[in-house]
C-alpha cells in the first residue's frame, strides 16, 4: 500500500504564511511527480504546484510569486511554502502523487486525506 500524509494546514491571518508538508511512505519505488491542489468551498480543484523528480516545478497563476514548492527525494516529502496568504487561498490543499509501486509494479496516482487551510481575520 502507498499512502500519503498531509500536515501543517489551520487558521492563518492575512498576510501570514504556512507550511504544508506531505510525506509518501508504503511500497515505493520511485516517485515521480509530487504536488499539491485545493478545492474550495463550491468550486472545482484546482492546481497549486507540482514539482517533477528532476527539480522542476510548476505553479497555478493565483499562487505564482507567493508560494514555494520544495521535494526530498531521499525521504519521499513535498512541501508548500506559502506566503503573503489571501482569504481566497482558503481552501483544502490535497497532496498528490505519481508513485511506481513495487508491489504492483506499476505507476498509481496517489492523493492524500486534504488539510484544511483557512486565512481569515
Not at 34 to 48: D, I, N, S, T
Not at 66 to 78: D, G, L, P, Y
Amino acid at each position: 500500500q502507498v499512502q500519503l500524509v498531509e500536515s501543517g494546514g489551520g487558521l492563518v491571518q492575512p498576510g501570514g504564511s504556512l507550511r504544508l508538508s506531505c510525506a509518501a511512505s508504503g511500497s515505493i519505488a520511485s516517485i515521480n511527480v509530487m504536488g499539491w491542489y485545493r478545492q474550495a468551498p463550491g468550486k472545482e480543484r484546482e492546481l497549486v504546484a507540482t514539482s517533477s523528480v528532476g527539480g522542476s516545478t510548476n505553479y497555478g497563476g493565483p499562487v505564482r510569486g507567493r508560494f514555494t514548492i520544495s521535494r526530498n527525494n531521499a525521504e519521499n516529502r513535498v512541501y508548500l511554502q506559502m506566503n503573503s496568504l489571501k482569504p481566497e487561498d482558503t481552501a483544502v490543499y490535497y497532496c498528490n502523487a505519481n508513485i511506481f509501486d513495487r508491489v504492483h509494479y506499476g505507476f498509481l496516482e496517489v492523493w492524500g486525506q486534504g488539510t484544511l487551510v483557512t486565512v481569515s481575520s
